[in-house]
């Protein structure tokens, strides 16, 4: 004879025990009771959007035909993004307040401040990329064309999102600058930590599998390819052997560098200006101005040539 199955819980029963704080270890810290915000990965995206059609009319957005056309949609745009930016900074200002310290008012003051500031960036902003999309273009006989690049190119619309976060990480906005390059990870395989400070005339070609630290330094006219990482070799812990937060250990790349496929430079080495790294291969050291390092052909393991 079939045994009667168990009764189910009720539907007010689990929702109780969810809700039971005794039972939640992971509280997400907002201050709806005061009326704020939740971050948004929708609005994110829109920021980023938005934004990016903003400095380039026409490649992320529609309806731009003529000047007048032009001049309307994107003062609607900018608009738009005003009030999005005010919305999420103000997310991540009361999410990162987690002990309600800060007056909601002066969170609000700050958000609007920020995304002010930010959207007056916009022209340097473009400026910077434009250097990034003529590198790219000009180091790659594949492009047709710089609109090919900005339309099409994941390692332009990696760094164009992480211009985005940058500027926003140097506004003091906490979490939604990660937000941003966690979406663009996402959409590009290229992983660049909204911390990084890169300079003008960026390259990063391919791009699948890049990594790039948060206390990165990358000067101008670098240029790299897929699977690389600039990453940390070790982590300095505390007495309770946690990683302690905000030490400089990621690598220095100086200007004019060239680093080939799958290459790893680890802990805060510096790379000096004209240097190659050629691909696969690790490195944990200092390399010189101009200096050269690839694997040595007919061993199995690398060693280093120098053109020094």
Request: glycine share 8%.
């Amino acid at each position: 004879m079939e045994q009667p199955s168990a009764p189910q819980p009720s539907i007010d029963s689990i929702v109780e025990r969810l809700c039971s704080l005794d039972d939640i270890r992971h509280v997400c810290p907002s201050r709806r009771h005061e009326g704020a915000p939740l971050l948004s990965n929708t609005s994110v995206r829109r920021i980023v959007a938005l934004a990016s059609g903003l400095m380039f009319p026409g490649f992320f957005n529609e309806n731009v035909e003529s000047a007048s056309v032009m001049r309307s949609t994107m003062t609607l745009a900018c608009h738009e993004l005003r009030g999005l930016l005010i919305h999420q900074i103000t997310a991540g200002l009361s999410f990162a307040d987690t002990e309600c310290t800060v007056p909601m008012h002066e969170i609000e003051a700050a958000a609007t401040a920020g995304a002010d500031t930010f959207i007056s960036q916009l022209p340097r902003l473009r400026r910077l990329l434009d250097t990034d999309i003529d590198a790219t273009y000009m180091g790659d006989p594949a492009a047709t064309s710089t609109h090919e690049v900005i339309t099409c190119y994941p390692g332009v619309k990696a760094t164009m999102s992480h211009r985005i976060a940058h500027e926003l990480v140097t506004l003091g906005v906490p979490v939604l600058p990660r937000m941003i390059s966690e979406q663009a990870h996402s959409d590009t395989g290229i992983d660049i930590h909204p911390g990084a400070t890169i300079g003008k005339a960026f390259v990063i070609d391919h791009g699948t599998g890049v990594v790039v630290g948060a206390t990165a330094i990358i000067g101008d006219r670098v240029k790299i390819y897929q699977g690389v990482t600039l990453g940390a070799r070790s982590f300095v812990t505390d007495d309770s052997n946690n990683p302690v937060k905000g030490i400089p250990r990621h690598p220095i790349i100086g200007n004019d560098v060239v680093i080939y496929a799958n290459s790893t430079i680890l802990g805060r080495v510096s790379v000096g200006d004209g240097a190659v790294i050629g691909g696969n291969l690790w490195v944990t050291r200092d390399v010189a101005p101009g200096e050269k390092l690839i694997q040595a052909r007919g061993e199995n393991f690398r060693s280093i040539e120098s053109s020094k």
